[in-house]
């Protein structure tokens, strides 16, 4: 039963017990997937409930208390990781950061992959001129170097949350949208499609009963692969100071705030990009994972 | 061919557009401090109360010619202060991109050859490490640790080869990782088929059977994935460049965008899409190469 549903993945029908089961199997004899699970739900955990857990208020400055140490390198024992150069708890601000990365690399991930899932099956379905247009507009996005581009829109319409999650989205929907694209048109083409054509089957009722099942697969991978990349590159834009604006706390800020304090203090740029590194780690042995058993065709992602 | 120039042209509307996004450039490029009498002057001074297709016209013949204007900052022609700050750029990415071959490539054919080893799943575990590791926070760490403990490396600016080390290595991590897993996994596939079974059955010598057939039949899928890590280290080591203080268009560029000095933007960002472009048009040229299968029409 395990070796069908990694074979086949998704061209069959199997229970959505029975594969949650499966997956739920798989996951206990694989201890990367299961350090990646850890992970992510320790970082989800501490982005929903920063309030409790931070030990200060990420936000209160005092200028008596700016640049400690951590507590085991002389510090005071109520900063667990010392403070910044505002005399701000290092630790709270490191937990509150969590948010930002979270919100914009899950929002980017899923806005992008509800928009490349639809132009994927519309495209892959339908073919014909809309497909022939959307297949160059996404050689198009894909022929600008995606940084350079974030930047120039941030640096004109101005850094914030939202418009952090739609640059970044506009550039992995083609991912979506070209791997859906593939499997919908193969899909398109099988016996069993044509069969439920036959039998007078509408076309939104064999996209959403027939073709849609079919390529969860590959969206759930992309989805939990470019998470990490999402989170990379969101610190590296709020690291240059185009991302969500201070005083919020993002991992990549912080660390900007360290670079100019490499001399002095450590542990403020040494911190944030450990938390990112993890982050990021996790996201991608979860994504390797569900790569793995539900379609390994798509390693090259 | 048709299809890049093609490209290149939509690259440069939509450069052109970028600056149009929020309507209207004019408080863009004034900044925060302008005052309303200033934004009008501004205005018609830079032509932006005129029809967008008019001001796309002019744009184009400008840009066709190599004009997009001059900077603001140093009055200088922007296109010729982004060519001259290519070299450096070009020289860090593609320095990143031979630490990323040269490492990546070997390490991931060794891990395939001896699949399941030790060495092949501490490769694994690395990489997939090492792919979580942001560039730029690396690159400070590095900093850290060999120019501020240490002080054996200097730690900004671009001179002698020692300059390279740190900035070349921080940018190539990413790639090297990725480019090693997947060489692992194509060899790995490659060594699976029946031709090198054929190859092994008549008696060919294990090097012969790797370098003439395994090898060969692993660097289609390679070189597309070498190409596009090319065009993207090309086209962004801008925040590495901005780590290192490297004089090169990525950091011309992070500087620009803070002194809201548009037409070098401008300039880098087309720049840097046609190259990325045109590398993408050489792939797919050598791609044919090594498989003739695949025909362009």
């Given at each position: 039963?395990?070796?069908?549903?990694?074979?086949?993945?998704?061209?069959?029908?199997?229970?959505?017990?029975?594969r949650a089961a499966?997956?739920?199997?798989?996951?206990?004899?694989?201890?990367?997937?299961?350090?990646g699970?850890f992970?992510?739900?320790?970082?989800?955990?501490?982005?929903?409930l920063?309030?409790?857990?931070?030990?200060?208020?990420?936000?209160?400055?005092s200028?008596?208390?700016?640049l400690?140490?951590?507590?085991?390198s002389?510090?005071?024992?109520?900063?667990?990781?010392g403070?910044?150069?505002?005399?701000?708890d290092?630790l709270?601000?490191?937990?509150y950061?969590s948010?930002?990365?979270?919100?914009?690399g899950?929002?980017?991930?899923?806005?992008?992959?509800g928009?490349?899932?639809?132009?994927?099956?519309?495209?892959?379905?339908?073919?014909?001129?809309?497909?022939?247009?959307m297949m160059?507009?996404?050689?198009l996005?894909?022929?600008f170097?995606f940084?350079l581009?974030a930047?120039?829109t941030?640096?004109?319409?101005?850094?914030?949350l939202?418009?952090?999650?739609?640059v970044m989205?506009?550039?992995?929907?083609?991912i979506?949208a070209?791997?859906?694209?593939?499997?919908a048109?193969?899909?398109?083409g099988?016996e069993?499609?044509?069969?439920?054509?036959?039998?007078?089957g509408?076309?939104?009722?064999?996209?959403?009963?027939?073709?849609?099942?079919?390529?969860m697969a590959?969206?759930?991978?992309?989805?939990?692969?470019?998470?990490?990349r999402m989170?990379?590159?969101e610190?590296?834009?709020?690291?240059?100071?185009?991302g969500?604006?201070?005083p919020?706390?993002?991992?990549?800020?912080?660390l900007?705030?360290?670079?100019t304090?490499?001399?002095?203090?450590?542990?403020?740029a040494?911190?944030p990009?450990?938390?990112?590194?993890?982050t990021v780690?996790?996201?991608?042995?979860?994504?390797?994972?569900l790569?793995?058993?539900?379609?390994?065709?798509?390693?090259?992602? | 061919m048709?299809?890049?120039?093609l490209?290149i042209?939509?690259?440069?509307?939509?450069?052109?557009?970028?600056?149009?996004i929020?309507?209207?450039?004019?408080?863009i490029?004034?900044?925060?401090d302008?005052?309303?009498?200033?934004i009008?002057?501004?205005?018609?001074?830079?032509?932006?109360?005129q029809?967008?297709?008019v001001?796309?016209?002019k744009?184009?013949?400008?840009?066709?010619?190599?004009?997009?204007?001059?900077?603001?900052?140093?009055?200088?022609?922007?296109?010729?202060?982004v060519?001259?700050?290519?070299p450096?750029s070009?020289?860090?990415?593609?320095?990143?991109?031979?630490?990323?071959?040269?490492?990546?490539?070997?390490?991931?054919c060794?891990?395939a050859?001896?699949?399941?080893?030790l060495?092949?799943?501490?490769?694994?575990?690395t990489?997939?490490?090492?792919?979580?590791?942001?560039?730029?926070?690396?690159?400070?760490m590095?900093?850290?640790?060999?120019?501020v403990?240490?002080?054996?490396?200097p730690?900004?600016?671009?001179?002698?080869?020692?300059?390279f080390?740190?900035p070349?290595?921080?940018?190539s991590?990413?790639?090297?990782a990725?480019?090693g897993?997947?060489?692992?996994?194509?060899?790995?596939e490659?060594?699976?088929?029946?031709?090198?079974?054929?190859?092994?059955a008549?008696g060919?010598?294990e090097?012969m059977?790797?370098?003439g057939?395994?090898l060969?039949?692993?660097?289609?899928?390679?070189?597309?994935?070498m190409g596009?890590d090319?065009?993207?280290?090309?086209g962004?080591?801008?925040?590495?460049?901005?780590?290192?203080?490297?004089p090169?268009?990525?950091?011309?560029?992070?500087?620009a965008?803070?002194?809201?000095?548009f037409p070098?933007?401008?300039?880098?960002?087309?720049l840097?899409?046609s190259v990325?472009?045109?590398?993408n048009?050489?792939?797919?040229?050598?791609?044919?190469?090594?498989?003739?299968?695949i025909?362009?029409?």
């Open positions: 039963m395990m070796e069908d549903t990694r074979i086949l993945g998704s061209y069959v029908h199997i229970g959505a017990m029975e499966s997956l739920l199997s798989s996951l206990r004899r694989d201890w990367s997937a299961l350090l699970v992970i992510i739900v320790a970082v989800v955990a501490a982005a929903t920063a309030p409790v857990l931070a030990p200060m208020d990420p936000y209160e400055q200028l008596s208390r700016t400690k140490p951590p507590l085991w002389d510090g005071e024992h109520i900063f667990l990781l403070t910044d150069h505002l005399g701000r290092f709270s601000r490191l937990i950061g948010r930002v990365s979270l919100i914009v899950a929002f980017a991930v899923l806005l992008s992959g928009v490349g899932l639809i132009v994927g099956l519309l495209t892959g379905y339908f073919g014909g001129k809309v497909d022939l247009v160059r507009v996404a050689d996005v894909l022929s170097p940084i581009l930047l120039a941030i640096a004109i319409v101005g850094p914030s939202t418009v952090l999650i739609v989205s506009l550039r992995i929907w083609v979506y070209r791997v859906v694209r593939g499997e048109l193969k899909i398109r099988m069993y499609v044509q069969a439920a054509h036959a039998m007078g509408s076309h939104t009722r064999i996209i959403c009963r027939h073709v849609l099942p079919n390529v590959p969206v759930i991978i992309i989805a939990s692969l470019y998470l990490g989170i990379v590159i610190s590296g834009l709020s690291f240059l100071g185009l969500v604006p201070p919020t706390p993002t991992w990549g800020g912080l900007s705030e360290g670079r304090h490499l001399y002095n203090a450590w542990w403020v040494t911190f990009g450990l938390a990112i590194t993890f780690w996790g996201a991608n042995l979860l994504g390797d994972w790569r793995n058993v539900l379609d390994p065709r798509l390693r090259s992602l | 048709f299809h890049a120039i490209l042209k939509c690259v440069l509307v939509v450069v052109f557009l970028l600056l149009h929020t309507g209207d450039p004019t408080a490029i004034a900044g925060p302008a005052t309303a009498d200033d009008v002057r501004l205005r018609t001074l830079m032509g932006f109360d029809p967008l297709w001001q796309y016209g744009f184009f013949l400008g840009a066709v010619q190599g004009d997009f204007g001059k900077s603001f900052e140093y009055g200088e022609s922007a296109l010729a202060l060519f001259e700050h290519l450096a070009f020289e860090l990415a593609i320095s990143a991109f031979v630490l990323s071959v040269v490492i990546g490539v070997p390490l991931g060794l891990a050859f001896r699949e399941n080893s060495f092949d799943r501490s490769f694994i575990g990489t997939v490490f090492v792919q979580a590791v942001p560039d730029f926070w690396l690159g400070i590095m900093i850290t640790f060999f120019s403990h240490l002080g054996i490396l730690s900004f600016g671009r001179g002698s080869w020692t300059h080390l740190m070349a290595f921080a940018a991590t990413y790639h090297l990725r480019l897993r997947l060489m692992r996994s194509q060899m790995l490659t060594l699976r088929q029946d031709f090198i079974l054929t190859a092994r008549k060919l010598p090097t059977v790797v370098m057939h395994a060969k039949n692993s660097a289609i899928p390679i070189v597309t994935v596009l090319l065009g993207i280290l090309l962004g080591t801008v925040i590495v460049e901005t780590v290192f203080a490297w090169g268009a990525g950091r011309l560029v992070v500087q965008i803070a002194n809201r000095d070098v933007v401008q300039a880098v960002v087309f840097l899409a990325f472009v045109l590398i048009l050489a792939v797919d040229l050598i791609y044919a190469y090594l498989d003739p299968r025909e362009y029409s």
